[in-house]
């Protein structure tokens, strides 16, 4: 029954936010203003026990000898096998607009054998991007999101206890070279393209400025001329329009998810004229082996006969039913979740009139 009363509210949600109003900045992306991906190989130490085996991780071992070297240890020739160091891939996002000296947060993740980074300290770790520079330096306490705990003949884990995070744990210490004050045009990219979204926008921001200052190139592509707006910068003219309140126009879409059984689905989905019907069919398989013994002081041994029972049952399911053209996907679902129909039945439903021809809208199954 919660159940179904959830799957119910599920359906509503698309009627309810559908037409909603957006603002501008959260439709598009501004050409320029985006972040950098960073990356790193370092090492994490302090564990309890929980590191990588140098045996399986010969990498970790070297380059825990690369570090004790530079800090003026020598360990050259020598054997020694910890197991509270494990090495690691660190990453991490430089935002847009980041200037030297701010700080980031910074994702570990372990790549030997290690069984847990609770508890772990990274050591200092350059982050380079796709160029090759160092714009991060990260070191901190590593926050683990699992915890893992094991005796002698069991373990339990829960979570992820090999990844974590380094709340503030890199330093910028390189800027990326954009002069975007100095942008004579700006492009402003959809997150959705959309002609129709699109020329919303181009309305949209001339009204507000009152001149002709945006152009739609394409379905995914508005280009704002700065200089015509008679703004001091790019800023200024990003501030004034970022708050804009567009409404967008969205494709009739339908996305299930075949593990849980949920459905969601766009208000404008429509349906052709149909005929469905839907039926389940039952099998059950009893196994009932008996054993069959000599008699007492005979020669023979004693045997298992198998003997089993297959039958298939069939329900009467929700009959044949015929869907008027025009009909929405909601007055659909509606109907067949008044017939008791399942979420997982349903989603079956919803492929087969897909595959007629006579679901009008983009079907996705994750």
Partial sequence: MIRAVLFSILLALPTLVSASSVRLKDLVEFDGVRGNDLVGYGLVVGLNGTGDGLRNSPFTEEMMINILERLGVNVGGEQFRPKNVAA????????????????????VSAIGDAKSLLGGTLIMTPL???????YVVAQGTVIAGGISAEGDAARVVHGVPTAGIVPSGGRIEREVEFEFSTLSSLRMALRTPDFSTAEKIENAINTA?????????????????????????PAHVLSRIENIIVEPERRARVV????????????????SRVAVAQGNLTLTIDEAPVVVQPNPFSEGETVVVPRTTATIGEDQGTGLAEIKPGTTLKDVVSGLNALGVTPLDMIDILKSIKAAGALHAEFIVQ
């Fill in 88 to 107: 690691v891939l660190v990453t991490s996002t430089l935002p847009a607009f980041s200037r030297a000296g701010s700080k980031v947060d910074v994702t």
């Fill in 128 to 134: 380079n991007a796709a160029d090759g520079d160092v």
């Fill in 256 to 271: 299930v998810d075949q593990r849980s059984g949920t459905i969601v689905m766009d208000e404008n989905v429509r349906i």
């Fill in 209 to 233: 400025l009152g001149r002709r200052v945006a152009l739609m190139l394409d379905a995914g592509t508005v280009e704002l001329n700065i200089d015509a707006t008679g703004m001091r910068s």
